[in-house]
């Protein structure tokens, strides 16, 4: 007893002499975690095997096993970000069930995700009116979002967490730009720094909450070190195990509900380790919790009315993998860009990668798999660049990094560029090499017209004619006219 009373005292004079918090030996924590749901509440078919996995209810089951298993150890369930957009489901009720479901599930804290500001800041302002949850960004200011920097999530017996979110510096270009106007976007880092000391004296435990990427989420880790732990988001990697940068532990778990991250941490010498890590597979053989599963099954049927209804038959697997559209070209991007086209009679099509959201496959083609590939309901818009415009528009696709599966990567028709080292190369129009003093017509997504994805060069389109037909709307008609989908790419884009 005289030893523990020791220990104790010693822990309580290091924790005064340096102004830190410290945990008492012994105490153990669990952090649930995952990131990019994208108002996933359906289970989906990952492979075409007919076997759906993920879905709100196999999630609410792997929550439920993991804080039984060790009900002892106090177990908290943290969101990195991107609750909205990608479902029909998300876009027709904008997210409401998504947060009461969010609620059931027992979600302690979420940062704010760019997608999140998709449906317009009202929207975000009731969604986070009523959470029972604090959604959290260090960075973004204004725009009267009710938004907390951090929050401290303490209960009796369980070790003070603070908790930081962070959110994307692209905010203003990876939402659609009229989303974020009257919001003020600080860099993350700095943003982060000046939080981390107070949150040091006030928690035993300090997690950035980050939707920023695991490239930024390193940079962070770097930057400071003093950090316990990054729980990560918006890039969607699968990390099986933490990453380590500069001593700091990096966790991010997919996307859209198909892993569930657990942290379990114990303390010792007052301050917490990573003792344990499980990325628990979410696939057809994880159970279902069934009260979730009705209840998130009636709210997709309602959504869903209507839209199994078959437009055409598609020949070729159409992918929206990032791994394709975002570094490179592929056939989906062919045959938007192609579609934008003709409709309009262009000299070029631009279309961002990132707008392309899930595959269609080969075989029948409904309006749900339609709406669920387009989901932003970006309109087509006309209009005049200059060549020199048009160069710096392909400048900015190549220089971006394929390893970062970037969505402002650029799908093209009526052109061809290629990229060398991460540069623009060479871009033709019609063959001939681009003319930048030369006035070209342009088709392209309202989105990038609007400067999104960092085209600000775009954002200065002359003869603007809005075509009234979204992206959805344009590959409908496609197929219900039996359109000739392409066999494979053409060589459009080249990289090496």
């Known amino acids: 007893m005289a030893s523990l009373r020791s220990a104790l005292l010693f822990l309580l004079v290091v924790a005064w002499q340096t102004g830190l918090a410290a945990c008492l030996d012994g105490q153990k924590l669990r952090i649930l975690h995952f990131n990019d749901f994208h108002g996933q509440l359906a289970a989906y078919d990952e492979t075409g095997d007919g076997r759906p996995v993920a879905g709100i209810a196999r999630l609410a089951a792997a929550v439920r096993a993991a804080r039984d298993a060790d009900p002892a150890r106090p177990t908290l369930l943290l969101f990195a970000g991107d609750l909205l957009q990608g479902t029909v489901t998300s876009s027709g009720f904008l997210g409401l069930p998504d947060v009461a479901l969010f609620d059931r599930l027992g979600v302690d804290a979420a940062a704010l995700g760019n997608h999140d500001l998709d449906y317009g800041q009202d929207v975000l302002r009731g969604l986070a009116g009523r959470a029972g949850f604090p959604i959290l960004s260090a960075n973004v200011g204004g725009g009267r979002l009710p938004l907390a920097a951090a929050t401290v999530l303490a209960r009796p017996g369980m070790a003070r967490v603070a908790v930081i979110g962070l959110t994307t510096g ?6 659609h730009p009229r989303n974020a106007v009257g919001l003020a976007v600080e860099d993350p880092l700095a943003a982060a720094a000046r939080q981390l000391p107070a949150l040091r004296e006030r928690a035993d435990l300090v997690v950035a909450l980050s939707h920023l990427g695991a490239a930024d989420d390193r940079r962070l880790a770097r930057a400071l070190p003093d950090l316990d732990l990054i729980v990560g988001g918006h890039s969607h990697d699968v990390f099986r195990q933490p990453e380590r940068e500069s001593g700091v532990a990096i966790v991010q778990a997919g996307a859209r509900g198909r892993w569930l991250g657990e ?77 934008a086209r003709e409709l309009t009679g262009a000299d070029v099509a631009l ?41 710096a528009a392909l400048a900015r696709s190549a220089s971006l990094d394929p390893a970062t599966a970037p969505g402002g990567f650029l799908q093209v028709s009526g052109l061809r560029y290629r990229i060398e080292a991460g540069r623009l190369a060479a871009a033709r129009v019609a063959g001939r090499p681009i003319d930048p003093g030369a006035v070209y017509t342009v088709v392209l997504p309202d989105f990038l017209a609007a400067g999104g994805d960092g085209y600000a060069m775009l954002a200065g389109l002359a003869d603007v004619v809005p075509t009234g037909r979204r992206l959805a709307d344009l590959v409908i008609e496609a197929f219900r006219a039996g359109h000739a989908v392409p066999a494979a790419p053409d060589g459009r884009i080249e990289r090496d």
């Not at 692209?170 to 939402?175: G, I, P, R």
């Not at 344990?276 to 049927?301: F, K, N, S, T």
């Not at 990668?353 to 006309?382: C, H, M």
């Open 170 to 175: 692209e905010l203003a270009t990876a939402t």
């Open 263 to 339: 942290l379990d941490l114990d303390c010792r010498a007052g301050r917490f380790v990573a003792t344990a890590y499980r990325l628990l597979d979410l696939g057809a053989d994880a159970p279902e919790d069934p009260a979730v599963a009705a209840q998130a099954g009636a709210i997709v049927a309602e959504a869903e009315r209507g839209l199994d209804e078959v437009i055409g038959t598609n020949p070729v697997p159409l992918s929206a993998d990032r791994a394709v559209l975002r570094r490179g070209e592929g056939v989906f991007g062919d045959f938007v860009a192609d579609l």
């Open 351 to 391: 279309v961002n990668g990132g707008g392309f959201r899930a595959d269609i496959g080969r075989g029948p083609v409904t309006l749900k798999q339609v709406y669920q590939s387009f989901p932003f309901g970006n309109e087509l818009l006309l209009g005049r660049v200059t060549g020199a415009q048009l160069l």
